[in-house]
């Protein structure tokens, strides 16, 4: 255990030497978060809003989502893994004795805590002044928003990391990178709700593994769904670990060390 | 004219060299095109539920949308070199463009095309057309601004061009501006998808003069659906777009006599 936790902790130290220019990634961030919420009070603004979804709530969610972009989207093309396979030095990383899905997301953690404190905190700051923070209401949303979050961040890793696995076997894994961004950006309801994408993509949407990055946590935050909200991200987070250990296991087996 | 005949000569050389990596370029074409279609369902979302933003239906900011992308999509497609002109600066590459006698910016944009990233802008087109096919059978855009919408989005492309010139000669003495270019252009570029009527005061005055994105398509094309402004705007956007590009270029030559070399 102490190994995983060293790594991710080196990793938290690296980033916060670049916390300065991080700043400045925050505050493009906010100016994107603010354009979005401009738009749906555009949209929203004179109405009374549609089905549970008033103007005030969808300015929440996207002001949430722009929050956990930085801990659930916003990670390393594949990981380093990609990085790792085309400089050899993935033989190295895979001869450790340490457990190898796990050890590259534990790293991949140090990141993500980063983040927490660096980006999500000053991000939430400048969109509670601006826009209004929800406090949530009931008790039990606490633990369960804890959970939905902890999943989301969980299913995100394991998206970069099986395209980080592709790059075993194909050196094109940057169209695997381009494939999930589009798909994250149109179905896992980071600024549209995906009750409301028009007819096929709304089911499409809820069966794929973004909504759970997103529409879930963000539907669990704004309480308008409780424990249940939790089963898909569940069966997802199941089912990519099932994945992501399995191919895991085909990598190791594919590997080929090559001199030089 | 032997600069123009130089650059193009450049832009199918480099044209040849991407053409060799055809998958490559499938790929990348498709994927453009589907971030393109992606983002849109979100706006078409938002339109389906609501009948308008700001007073503007999915065919009016249809028209915003495809024109902004096209002009980005263009950009992207002819200037990836100026794009990436932070390593040129970290890295010392820009020494070599020196040593050429033509000027450097000629040098740079011929090095290099992205036609991949043509897909985006062959989406905006088709959601352009669209949209501009149901505004002129509804009335509401005439033949002349149909013609207009469309040649002003190639026109436009000056504008996220100019940004960038700007952008990179920043650079000249900043050396990283990676980060820069989301303020100056993504976030700017992706504003300018919608009305700016919904934005805050300030940020549409921003987005009408320091980051003049609204003369792409918003200003012109207010007037063209007869919501606002005098048609003296129709000529002024082109002018701006022109301008702004001049005044970018001025501003990358006055950086280029300030370069100094990081050395190797």
Not at chain 1, 222 to 242: D, F, I, K
Not at chain 2, 49 to 73: C, D, H, K, Q, T
Not at chain 2, 146 to 169: N, R
Not at chain 2, 182 to 192: D, G, I, L, N, Q
Request: net charge positive; hydrophobic share 55%.
């Amino acid at each position: 255990m102490n190994a995983y936790l060293l790594s991710a902790k080196k990793v938290f130290r690296r980033n916060v030497q670049y916390r300065a220019a991080h700043m400045v990634n925050n505050v493009a961030s906010a100016i994107f978060g603010f354009i979005y919420v401009a738009i749906w009070q555009g949209a929203a603004g004179s109405s009374a809003g549609v089905g549970e979804y008033d103007a005030a709530t969808l300015a929440r969610w996207v002001a949430f989502n722009q929050v956990m972009l930085w801990i659930a989207v916003f990670l390393p093309h594949g990981l380093g893994i990609p990085e790792a396979v085309r400089t050899g030095a993935i033989s190295l990383e895979m001869l450790r004795p340490l457990d190898f899905h796990l050890f590259v997301i534990s790293r991949e953690l140090g990141t993500i805590w980063y983040n927490l404190w660096y980006r999500c905190l000053p991000l939430a700051l400048v969109f509670g002044l601006v826009i209004g923070v929800h406090v949530p209401q009931r008790l039990s949303t606490y633990p369960l928003l804890l959970c939905a979050v902890v999943l989301s961040v969980y299913i995100g890793l394991c998206h970069h990391y099986l395209i980080g696995l592709s790059a075993f076997w194909t050196i094109q894994s940057r169209w695997a990178f381009q494939l999930l961004n589009a798909l994250h950006v149109a179905l896992s309801g980071f600024m549209v709700p995906i009750d409301l994408l028009p007819a096929p993509f709304d089911w499409i949407a809820r069966v794929l593994p973004f909504a759970p990055i997103h529409h879930d946590p963000a539907r669990i935050y704004l309480e308008l769904s409780g424990a249940e909200a939790l089963a898909w991200p569940l069966v997802w987070a199941g089912v990519l670990t099932l994945v992501c250990r399995g191919l895991t296991m085909k990598a190791r087996r594919r590997l080929e060390v090559q001199g030089g | 004219m032997t600069a123009v005949v130089l650059y193009l000569r450049c832009v199918r050389a480099a044209l040849r060299a991407k053409m060799q990596y055809k998958t490559d370029f499938v790929m990348g074409s498709l994927f453009y095109g589907m971030l393109t279609v992606a983002d849109f369902v979100m706006l078409a979302a938002i339109l389906t539920r609501f009948p308008s933003v700001a007073g503007w239906n999915v065919y009016e900011v249809g028209l915003l949308y495809g024109m902004s992308w096209i002009a980005m999509g263009l950009y992207r497609a002819f200037a990836p070199e100026l794009h990436e002109f932070e390593r040129y600066m970290v890295q010392g590459e820009f020494d070599v463009l020196l040593l050429r006698p033509w000027p450097t910016l000629l040098t740079l944009l011929g090095r290099n095309v992205d036609p991949a990233r043509l897909g985006a802008a062959f989406q905006g087109a088709v959601i352009l057309a669209i949209s501009a096919k149901t505004l002129f059978e509804t009335g509401t855009l005439d033949a002349f601004g149909v013609v207009y919408v469309a040649a002003a989005s190639v026109v436009g492309t000056l504008i996220p061009l100019g940004l960038s010139l700007m952008t990179a000669a920043v650079g000249f003495w900043a050396v990283r501006i990676g980060e820069l270019y989301t303020f100056m252009m993504y976030a700017p570029v992706t504003a300018s998808q919608y009305p700016l009527t919904v934005y805050p005061r300030w940020l549409r005055a921003l987005l009408t003069s320091v980051l003049p994105v609204g003369f792409i398509n918003f200003v012109p094309v207010r007037y063209l659906l007869g919501k606002s402004g005098d048609p003296w705007v129709l000529w002024l956007s082109p002018l701006v777009a022109v301008g702004f590009c001049g005044l970018g270029y001025a501003f990358w030559r006055f950086g280029e006599r300030h370069y100094q070399s990081t050395g190797s």
